[in-house]
């Protein structure tokens, strides 16, 4: 790869780089596109494609009420991948013990793999780099991180100018490790395995 003697940090925001996205394919486990606009997943290997609607991920499940036997209030939440609606709650006054609809919030997570917001399934280009997991949404993403990171010299310049856009810049909250120097080299080779996944 050529090294890159300059580079202008264009004030890209995480937004810019999720409109499309690699997930694990729901069927065989194979790289699958989110493509841009209606976010349809589209499989490279199998061929299954489908529409969003369905949530694979994690996530909160909660439930906040009163004790339908006592009246007495109680509450209770689960972090889980299982597809369910309810939850069993117990009460702390009569014992009572059954289960009420849940209430539930997606999580970005899922078994310690970054997943996608609107399938719920792990992004593709992920791994860990010295411990600490790093991720991409596309092939796009990664050669902004890879551009960023063999890069010489860093301007500090957001362009275009605009101070709305300077503190959501994602280099500017990219994690210590990828900033560091020492990591640069190590850090492209990452880069280069996660692209030929
Ligand atoms: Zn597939
Ligand atoms: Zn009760």
């Known amino acids: 790869m050529p090294a890159i003697e300059r580079f202008a940090d264009a004030g890209h925001t995480l937004d810019d780089f999720s409109d499309h996205f690699f997930v694990e394919c729901p069927s065989c486990s194979g790289r699958a596109l989110v493509r841009q606009g209606d976010h349809r997943l589209l499989c490279t290997r199998c061929h299954h494609t489908e529409m969003p609607g369905r949530w694979y991920g994690a996530w909160r499940l909660y439930v906040s009420r009163r004790c339908s036997v006592c009246g007495t209030h109680g509450s209770r939440s689960v972090e889980t991948d299982q597809q369910r609606d309810k939850l069993l709650l117990r009460c702390s006054e009569c014992g009572d013990e059954r289960e009420y609809r849940a209430q539930g919030t997606h999580l970005q997570r899922n078994k310690g793999l970054v997943t996608d917001s ?14 600490e997991l790093c991720w991409a949404f596309n092939p796009e993403h990664l050669d902004y991180l890879r551009r960023y990171v063999g890069a010489k010299l860093r301007e500090r310049g957001i362009l275009p100018r605009n101070t709305i ?9 990219l994690p210590g490790f990828i900033k560091k120097a020492r990591n640069r080299e190590a850090l492209l080779r990452f880069f280069d395995q996660l692209e030929q996944r």
């Open 165 to 173: 856009r300077k503190n959501s810049s994602m280099l500017s909250r």
């Open 118 to 131: 609107v399938y719920g399934l792990p992004l593709w280009l992920q791994g860990e780099f010295q411990g």
